[in-house]
């Protein structure tokens, strides 16, 4: 994929690019709130998954709903802030920029919070 994804750029902000939408992802997403910056959140869903209550959802227990939060409800009206919803294939630390499912995006940070596998 060489297309370039489909986000503003702006020579006044830096570019903090954050893979995965997960605990790690989402607080960090939450805490930086800073005009200096455009944060840019990857994942491959388009929602975040409160894993602890997984479980319950397969116990019948709870409605799957209860535990997923989709990012653009979680993010409304932040400004600055863009959600893709793409597969995040490979990083290039020398060229800066993430390459994903939907195109390249260059980064000024980048936050890997992609969890593991259980
Ligand atoms: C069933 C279950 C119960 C648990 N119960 C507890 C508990 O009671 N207490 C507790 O403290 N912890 C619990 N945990 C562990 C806790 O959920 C994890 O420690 C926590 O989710 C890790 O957060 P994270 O942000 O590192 O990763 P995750 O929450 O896994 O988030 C990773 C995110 O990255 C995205 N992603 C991954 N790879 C890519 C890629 N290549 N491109 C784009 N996006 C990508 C994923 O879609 C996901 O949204 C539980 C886990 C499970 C599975």
């Not at 370039?4 to 607080?27: C, Q, T, Y």
Request: aromatic letters at 10%.
């Amino acid at each position: 994929m060489d297309r370039l994804m489909d986000i503003p750029s702006s020579a006044e902000l830096k570019r903090v690019v954050v893979v995965g939408g997960g605990f790690a992802g989402l607080n960090f997403c939450k805490r930086l709130k800073d005009e200096r910056f455009q944060i840019v959140l990857l994942d491959k869903t388009n929602h975040h998954n409160f894993q602890p209550l997984l479980y319950q959802v397969a116990t019948a227990g709870v409605e799957p709903s209860s535990i997923s939060f989709p990012f653009r409800s979680l993010f409304a009206g932040r400004k600055n802030f863009h959600i893709r919803m793409c597969e995040v294939w490979e990083t290039d630390a020398e060229a800066q920029e993430v390459k994903t499912s939907i195109g390249r995006l260059h980064y000024d940070y980048l936050v890997i919070a992609t969890g593991c596998d259980t």
